[in-house]
């Protein structure tokens, strides 16, 4: 499986931003996905997960209310709106297939991940 995310830049506190995650080689139907995060000098971290409907989300407790996870399976695409960012939502995001809601433990080769800077 390729996974290619897009859709990071440079946003101002408070803005909005919304990425995506394209995977080829494999359809994402029938798995739970996430979206994970990774700072410089910092662990890369789960931020939001999908079960594979739809119907079930996870969000850490620091991007809950502002992020927003959904998939539209038909694309093999899965997407992360991110609203009122804050400065440290700074990182790398990345996405991937992971073993359940909640759980970091992750299934395929990691994508080269997109940039996002909130600057204050």
């Known amino acids: 499986v390729q996974l290619v995310e897009s859709g990071g830049g440079l946003v101002q506190a408070g803005g909005s931003l919304r990425l995506s995650c394209a995977a080829s080689?494999?359809?994402?139907?029938?798995?739970?996905m996430g979206w994970f995060r990774q700072a410089p000098g910092k662990e890369r971290d789960l931020v939001a997960a999908?079960?594979?409907?739809?119907?079930?989300?996870y969000y850490a407790d620091s991007v809950k209310g502002r992020f927003t996870i959904s998939r539209d399976n038909a694309k093999k695409t899965l997407y992360l709106q991110m609203n009122t960012l804050k400065p440290e939502d700074t990182a790398v995001y990345y996405c991937?297939?992971?073993?359940?809601?909640?759980?970091?433990?992750?299934?395929?080769?990691w994508g080269q991940g997109t940039q996002v800077t909130v600057s204050s």
């Open positions: 999908i079960n594979w409907n739809g119907d079930s989300t």
């Open positions: 991937n297939a992971v073993r359940g809601l909640g759980v970091s433990q992750v299934l395929w080769t």
């Open positions: 080689g494999r359809n994402i139907r029938s798995y739970t």
